[in-house]
């Protein structure tokens, strides 16, 4: 769905990005470079979101997300976000040095619903 809404061009950017950096990269930066990928959507898909059924669709489901936290939506962002690591041919399941298994893309997804929180500004 994603693809459909950014476009080919970006969407294969992206996939190659996460090609590249994904397998030697470190989970926290790499959940911020996910996550502006997501904000990047957003913004398409809420220019697109009056024409296209699909940018429609994707853009509720960010604000949903957003708006409610309820975990049913930010589980949908989720998926979204797998589906690019799945295109990518990359894994997003790891282990901490401590035998801690977490998800790049649950970490990705809740840097995009943080996107606006400067907690030194409050």
Known sequence: MIKDVVGAKIY??????????????????????????????????SEKAESNSKARKLYD??????????????DEIIDI?????KDAGVKYNRHSSRGESYNIAE????EFLRWENMPWES
């Not at 976000?81 to 690591?85: D, I, K, R, W």
């Not at 970490?107 to 809740?110: R, V």
């Open 12 to 45: 294969n950017v992206w996939i190659d990005m996460l090609k590249r950096l994904v397998p030697h990269g470190r989970t926290h930066r790499l959940s911020v470079v996910v996550g502006s990928m997501l904000q990047v959507a957003y913004e398409i898909a």
């Open 61 to 74: 489901y960010f604000q949903a997300a957003y708006e409610c936290s309820d975990e049913e939506y930010v």
């Open 81 to 85: 976000t797998e589906t690019l690591f």
């Open 107 to 110: 970490e990705a997804t809740h």
